[in-house]
């Protein structure tokens, strides 16, 4: 290749460098800079060629004060002759300051050093990068260490390995001293097994974290409830490294709960001997004559059935099949091939189930002395269905006697019909009717459902 060629690619080759690029002489004066150099420094390159390099870039320390030429590493590497690097801070055209990387290596002719490449590149990308990695790192572990609910990072062996103030606060360790422990020797024995399971299950990969509610056990010997949340730091082979783990202590949570089921608990038999007490009254104080003490009877008897069935449940409300079987029950149930029950499997809250059950008794009941179970070849259809097969939150039911005696309707609404059709529409916030047709009674409702 002629000289010329290797000159000019030379020259292309430093001109389309990404790097700044400086060429100083044997006076330390600059002799030439590339684009990439205008660039860095804000100055084109007629402000820096024949002009010292260090007086124009490299002149004042960031504290502001006199860079002495002495002190300078990239002017250094000519009279020494050995190749300077490293990283530095550079005054920019405007007045501003900027990191960089260089490196300054001497030019070297018989032996003898003529002149300097400075090769630069700017460093403020990357320290911001930087910067802002320490600033999120400093954030994430204030934020771990002041955290209101206690956080660790468990290995796979159970033992603690990074705990924060918080959980050394619930356990009442110190922090050496709950690091040298595992989870398992501080779990209740009681709840061991099923936090075992899904630990296992986590650092197989089989589950990516698990929720628990479980109790530990305090350095007092006191036993605490935990809410426990965990989920798996996996390493670059995919396996998990240590498992994360929060825990929120709930033991006054559950305290309270419990204070709250024992005062439920003895309400509900308060209520329940009421109703027994009342029905008592009822019957010894009513003479047996009484007009309507028989159905009133009947009513309370009702709604003390109906009572049990939410007990049961804990008053969560019930099934209305449940609620059904057992309102028909006193009138043979399903059992006596008269009543015919169908439809899908519904929960009902408990006002609405008492309301529910209290309105099949005022049908049977008078079924029973007017309707199609008065004789003996009448039948009783009980169904119910939601409005919409995708629609689940509407519920129509339907009573529906036929085979009795001719109905027609009564001259006046007893207490049984308004029960029916005012008060339990209300309780169960929905519409209610009920039609006397000469082929029977129907009663239709239609309620809202959670």
């Known amino acids: 290749m002629h000289e010329h060629n290797i000159a000019a690619s030379f020259k292309a080759i430093c001109e389309n460098a990404t790097a700044a690029l400086f060429v100083i002489d044997a006076s330390q004066n600059c002799i030439y800079a590339n684009p990439a150099a205008e ?42 002759g050995v190749r300077e690097q490293g990283e530095d801070v550079f005054v920019h055209a405007d007045g501003s300051f900027y990191p960089v990387a260089y490196s300054a290596s001497p030019i070297v002719e018989d032996g003898e050093a003529v002149g300097t490449v400075v090769e630069v590149r700017g460093l403020a990308k990357k320290k911001a990068i930087e910067f802002e990695r320490e600033r999120e790192k400093a954030l994430l572990a204030k934020t771990f260490d002041t955290a209101a609910v206690g956080i660790a990072h468990v290995g796979n062996d ?18 050496e001293e709950l690091l040298s422990l595992t989870f398992q020797e501080i779990t209740h024995p009681d709840d061991l097994s099923d936090d075992l399971e899904l630990f296992e299950k986590l650092k197989s990969g089989a589950i990516g974290g698990y929720n628990l509610e479980k109790r530990y056990y305090r350095k007092d010997g ?30 006054s949570e559950k305290e309270h709960q419990q204070h709250l ?78 009543i015919n029950v169908s439809g899908p499997h519904c929960r009902l809250s408990s006002r609405t189930s008492l309301a529910l059950s209290m309105a099949i008794n005022e ?26 097969a995708d629609e689940k939150s509407h519920l129509e039911f339907m009573w529906q006697e036929t085979g009795g005696p001719e109905v027609s309707p009564p001259e006046r ?33 239609s309620f809202p459902v959670d």
């Open 39 to 80: 660039i860095l420094t804000g100055f084109n390159a007629s402000d820096l060629i024949g002009r010292r390099l260090h007086d124009v870039i490299h002149h004042t320390y960031p504290d502001g004060t006199n860079f002495p030429i002495a002190e300078c590493r990239l002017d250094r590497a000519l009279p020494t």
């Open 158 to 175: 159970g033992r603690w390995l990074r705990i924060n103030g918080k959980l050394c606060e619930i356990f009442r360790y110190d922090r």
């Open 222 to 251: 006191s036993v605490i409830w935990a809410r426990l949340t965990t989920s798996s730091q996996k390493n670059a082979s995919g396996t998990m490294e240590f498992c994360i783990a929060v825990l929120e202590d709930i033991t």
């Open 261 to 338: 089921d024992i005062m439920a608990g003895e309400l509900q038999h308060r209520v329940k001997n009421t109703l027994a007490m009342v029905q008592a009254i009822a019957r010894m104080s009513l003479p047996e004559d009484t007009a309507g003490k028989d159905a009133f009877l009947s009513r309370i008897l009702a709604l003390s059935r109906s009572h049990d069935l939410l007990l049961a449940d804990n008053w969560s409300g019930s099934g209305i099949a449940d609620i059904v079987e057992q309102a028909i029950h006193p009138f043979g149930g399903t059992d006596s091939g008269r």
């Open 363 to 388: 049908l049977g009941t008078n079924a029973m002395k007017y309707g199609a179970l008065s004789g003996d070849e009448g039948t009783v259809n009980i169904d119910w269905h939601f409005q919409s």
């Open 413 to 445: 609404k007893g207490f049984g019909t308004t029960l029916i059709e005012r008060a339990l529409a209300s309780e169960m916030k929905g519409e209610t009717a009920v039609e006397y047709l000469p082929s029977g009674v129907t009663f239709k409702c």
